[in-house]
């Protein structure tokens, strides 16, 4: 005896979903407004604590890991913009991550970089707008 089951319908499938990429690019904004609050911080945090070695070692590895993160958000836009064939974009982000990737973590100052990356977003930001609208 065979029985008759309702058809179920996908209820993630009536929703709005994002595209991929899209989610993507969300993603490493996130990343690159966290690495602008946290890289600072973790500096100031390993120039108060290098007197304590497994501390300072401790907080230099997030500093690292948070670099690395930052520049890995930057490839996943670059791949997103050329995939999407906003190649002037792409270029300038190609730059920023080979300043970003150049630029050393025991510097001081922060400031000079999380400007750039400030302005970088709302720049990608606003060009984004247009081009999902």
């Known amino acids: 005896m065979l029985l008759n089951a309702p058809e179920r319908t996908n209820i993630k499938a009536s929703k709005k979903e994002t595209p ?12 690159i407004r966290q690495a602008i609050s946290e890289l600072p911080a973790l500096r100031k945090r390993l120039e108060k ?4 070695k497994s501390k300072a070692r401790e907080i230099y ?11 890995d958000a930057l490839d996943t836009i670059t ?18 991550n080979q300043s970003v990737k150049s630029f050393n973590p025991m510097t001081p100052d922060y400031s000079k970089l999380c400007a750039v990356l400030n302005n970088y977003l ?12």
Do not use: C, P
């Open 79 to 96: 791949l997103s913009l050329l995939e999407a064939g906003q190649d002037e974009l792409a270029s300038h982000s190609v730059k920023l």
């Open 20 to 31: 991929y990429a899209l989610a993507k690019l969300e993603e490493s904004v996130r990343i």
């Open 122 to 133: 709302s720049l990608f930001l606003a060009l984004l707008v247009l081009f999902v609208t």
């Open 61 to 71: 590895n997030d500093l690292q890991n948070q670099h690395r993160r930052l520049l």
């Open 49 to 52: 604590s290098r007197d304590i």
